[in-house]
């Protein structure tokens, strides 16, 4: 699975990227990373990736069974779109819903720090989140104030290891002990 991406000097969210074409007329299957995938279908005004198409006009997003083909405007033949497979394609944060105070978006836990509510130890931060099947698990880096220098996997449940999550002061609270 691909480990969230997000690039934060505009803060920008990867959603997609370019697939391999589809038929003759610059259509092209389309990788969304969203979760659910069918929420890409939400994003077809707001897509952009300003360093390769910096005036992206989305034609529209259809879905065939479980895949997405898309039509950009002004690309109307296979070898025009072919030079764009693998393209990243991004959204804006500042375009997404609100949330309510309980639910948090995966980019957001990135760089909050990460406390053992157990000991009161630092962990290190949120450094990634990747799914590897059963569940979506965060990717922790240490740093120089954490008990260790450990790398750590850590599942993403709440309740059982995912206690708090202060978006205010950007702390994660869990109960995952520096032995686990």
Known sequence: KKTLQKMKKNKLICVASIGRPRGLKGEFFLNSFCNPTENILNYSHILKNEEVFPNLIVKYIRQINSKFYCKISNINDLESIKKYTNTNLYIDSKDLPKLSND??????????????????????????????????????????????????????????????????????????????
Not at 117 to 140: A, T, Y
Request: a negative charge; hydrophobic letters at 40%; glycine letters at 6%.
């Open 103 to 180: 639910e948090v978006y995966w980019h957001d836990l990135i760089g909050m720090r990460v406390i053992d509510q157990n000991f009161n130890e630092i962990l290190g931060i949120v450094d990634g989140l990747n799914n590897f099947g059963s569940d979506d698990c965060l990717l922790i880096k240490p740093t120089q104030d954490s008990v260790d220098e450990e790398e750590r996997l850590i599942p993403f449940i709440k309740d059982k290891f995912i206690k708090v999550i202060d978006k205010k002061n950007r702390v994660l609270e869990v109960d995952w002990k520096k032995d686990y």
